[in-house]
């Protein structure tokens, strides 16, 4: 009986050393395989990402060529939201409005259908009710754009823009400003000048 109890004894002894011994090694193996399933993981999420990024890409880019199509057809509509813009008392709104103006005068038609618009006048009216360095800046940049067409220099002329834009003050923290006022009298005083010559050759 004793012996019985011995060897049972011993049994389980071995028994549980197995058992410590496999889970050990149990152990020992997750950890060792832990890192490749997370290497594996991170190499998955990085392509992952990467795949997303791409078709942000070509996204973007299919939204950029259909908006480049169809902008000539909701130009005008914009130019128009713009002007208005330079209706409204908040200053934001009107460098808003002025901002935009600069953006869409590429090329003469555009500069003489704002014009038509009435945005040369707001803009001029816009400089001249300024009470900030801001909002002149923004008002000057958008009357350069638009005087780069003759036609608009001719009309501006007559709307007393010289006067407004002399009497505009100059600012000592931005130069951009007596910058833009030296560029439009500078085209203001050329255009005259073509004027006074071609009045001269027809008498």
Request: net charge positive; charged share 30%; proline share 2%.
């Amino acid at each position: 009986m004793m012996r019985s109890r011995i060897a049972l004894s011993l049994l389980r002894t071995n028994l549980c050393r197995r058992d410590v011994a496999n889970a050990h090694h149990q152990t020992k193996r997750c950890l060792f395989s832990l890192p490749k399933k997370t290497e594996n993981l991170s190499i998955e999420e990085e392509g992952e990402r990467k795949l997303g990024w791409l078709l942000k890409l070509l996204f973007l880019g299919t939204a950029s060529v259909g908006a480049y199509q169809f902008f000539p057809y909701m130009g005008e509509n914009l130019m128009q939201q713009s002007v208005s813009l330079l209706h409204v008392k908040d200053p934001l709104f009107k460098r808003m409005g002025a901002s935009r103006l600069s953006r869409f005068m590429l090329d003469d038609d555009r500069r003489n259908k704002i014009l038509e618009m009435g945005g040369g006048q707001e803009l001029l009216n816009m400089l001249q009710s300024a009470k900030d360095d801001r909002t002149r800046k923004a008002a000057l940049k958008a009357l350069v754009s638009l005087c780069r067409s003759d036609n608009v220099v001719a009309a501006l002329h007559e709307a007393d823009a010289v006067r407004i834009i002399r009497s505009t003050p100059s600012s000592l923290e931005d130069a951009d400003i007596q910058n833009y006022k030296s560029s439009l009298l500078k085209r203001f005083q050329d255009l005259k000048g073509i004027a006074t010559l071609l009045e001269a050759d027809v008498e």
